[in-house]
Nanobody, 116 residues
Framework: QVQLVESGGGLVQPGRSLRLSCAAS????????LGWYRQAPGKERELVAA???????IYADSVKGRFTISRDNAKNTVYLQMNSLKPDDTAVYYC??????????WGQGTQVTVSS
């Protein structure tokens, strides 16, 4: 059973930073892709950033230059460093690990609120 546990969310003022963490258990962490998604109230869940098992990274246009995804395979953890936060970044952020076939798991989410 694969489990993902996010942490690091909270309330932050515009322009400040947060770092989200997602710790995984129950899988060969390094073999799979990892992603951060977010869902704001009344909106569809969207991809924020992802990193493949090989280390390639992609970002949503809205976060390019501000957010950085990284993975530490030794710690079975993926991070999302979020800088220059904006009110539009307010959402529940979810961690996902996925790969070939039916391998697809999500965390429970962590709330990020950007407000003055």
């Amino acid at each position: 059973q694969v489990q993902l546990v996010e942490s690091g969310g909270g309330l932050v003022q515009p322009g400040r930073s947060l770092r989200l963490s997602c710790a995984a258990s129950g899988s060969i962490f390094s073999s799979y892709n990892l992603g951060w998604y977010r869902q704001a109230p009344g909106k569809e869940r969207e991809l924020v950033a992802a990193v493949t098992s090989g280390g390639s990274k992609i970002y949503a246009d809205s976060v390019k230059g501000r957010f950085t995804i990284s993975r530490d395979n030794a710690k079975n953890t993926v991070y999302l460093q979020m800088n220059s936060l904006k009110p539009d970044d307010t959402a529940v952020y979810y961690c996902r690990t996925y790969g070939p076939g039916f391998y697809d798991y999500w965390g429970q989410g962590t709330q990020v609120t950007v407000s003055s």
